[in-house]
T-cell receptor
Framework: DQQVKQNSPSLSVQEGRISILNCDYT??????FLWYKKYPAEGPTFLIS?????DKNEDGRFTVFLNKSAKHLSLHIVPSQPGDSAVYFC????????????FGKGTSLLVTP | GAVVSQHPSRVICKSGTSVKIECRSL??????MFWYRQFPKQSLMLMAT?????????EQGVEKDKFLINHASLTLSTLTVTSAHPEDSSFYIC??????????????FGSGTRLTVV
């Protein structure tokens, strides 16, 4: 069963605007969340993470928001750039079950000039 | 930042042969390594979790006799696909972590291995 869900397979945003990628999870034991960027035939590249004790983490153009009560997190990219075009994966892990990352199916972001 | 080297990046093998994929953490000691498999346009599916010096823990549906994992040191884990068949063709990715310090070290991924079995 898919414990991490990214319900939007694709997103198109104009350069300079905000990109918002969403992720939902079902396992309440998840306590650490990450976002990765990935290109075909390459490994995922880490973008930003957040612990369950926080509700926001910011790093440059990237901000992750966590809403534990809704079991929802989102990644905001501001301003979006054409180089941000890639597939973005949301991942979550639980410290009480092996720490392995559970991935969503990804959202393909296209930033147009 | 943390670097994980995975090789080979691509391998083509004949059906029935075995293939070994290496995953090395270059600048940190990884207590745990994870092996994933990704089908085209699909998510990364966890195959197994490997802790240094102990047997790997396989996910349900993953044949441990087919996908042999060895984690002999804190910097090296190997995945051997034994008696490969065309349906084993996939993209395999490793990840290394110091899980108890994940807030600091996070999870670093290798660049992946494209396996094609002919």
């Amino acid at each position: 069963d898919q414990q991490v869900k990214q319900n939007s397979p694709s997103l198109s945003v104009q350069e300079g605007r905000i990109s918002i990628l969403n992720c939902d999870y079902t396992n309440s034991m998840f306590d650490y969340f990450l976002w990765y960027k990935k290109y075909p035939a390459e490994g995922p590249t880490f973008l930003i993470s957040i612990s369950s004790i926080k509700d926001k983490n910011e790093d440059g153009r990237f901000t992750v928001f966590l809403n534990k009560s809704a079991k929802h997190l989102s990644l905001h990219i501001v301003p979006s750039q054409p180089g941000d075009s890639a597939v973005y994966f949301c991942a979550a892990s639980a410290s009480n079950s092996g720490y392995a990352l559970n991935f969503g199916k990804g959202t393909s972001l296209l930033v147009t000039p | 930042g943390a670097v994980v080297s995975q090789h080979p990046s691509r391998v083509i093998c004949k059906s029935g042969t075995s293939v070994k994929i290496e995953c090395r953490s270059l600048d940190f000691q990884a207590t745990t390594m994870f092996w994933y498999r990704q089908f085209p346009k699909q998510s990364l599916m966890l195959m197994a979790t490997s802790n240094e010096g102990s047997k790997a823990t396989y996910e349900q549906g993953v044949e441990k006799d087919k996908f042999l994992i060895n984690h002999a040191s804190l910097t090296l884990s190997t995945l051997t696909v034994t008696s490969a068949h065309p349906e084993d063709s996939s993209f395999y990715i490793c990840s290394a972590s110091r899980t108890r310090d994940r807030d600091v070290y996070g999870y670093t991924f290798g660049s992946g291995t494209r396996l094609t079995v002919v």
